[in-house]
């Protein structure tokens, strides 16, 4: 079995910073692209960043110039620095990854990680 953890989230006022770190573990044969999504109280979940197995980034509109997704895939971990955080960056982070094992390319979600941006 495959699973994802996330750690690093907590409370932090306006204009501070955090790092999330998500580790992919189990029967993993490859990884493909790794992700961070969030889901604020009320709104669907949303794609914040995510890097492809050569490193291509992308990242939401909102975000842009302000968080950074990295991967260190010898450790099988992706992380997610936030700089500059604002009140509406409030949410549930999830890590996300496209893992090959012995079955197809599928996509595993870790449990999330709350953060909250207070003004």
């Known amino acids: 079995q495959v699973q994802l953890v996330e750690s690093g989230g907590g409370l932090v006022q306006a204009g501070g910073s955090l790092r999330l770190s998500c580790a992919a573990s189990g029967s993993i044969f490859s990884i493909d692209s790794m992700a961070w999504y969030r889901q604020a109280p009320g709104k669907q979940r949303e794609l914040v960043a995510g890097?492809?197995?050569?490193?291509?980034?992308n990242y939401a509109e909102s975000v842009k110039g302000r968080f950074t997704i990295s991967r260190d895939k010898a450790k099988n971990t992706v992380y997610l620095q936030m700089n500059s955080l604002k009140p509406m960056d409030t949410a549930v982070y999830y890590c996300n990854a496209r893992i090959w094992t012995v079955l197809p390319v599928k996509d595993y979600w870790g449990q999330g990680t709350q953060v909250t941006v207070s003004s």
């Open positions: 890097i492809s197995s050569g490193g291509s980034t």
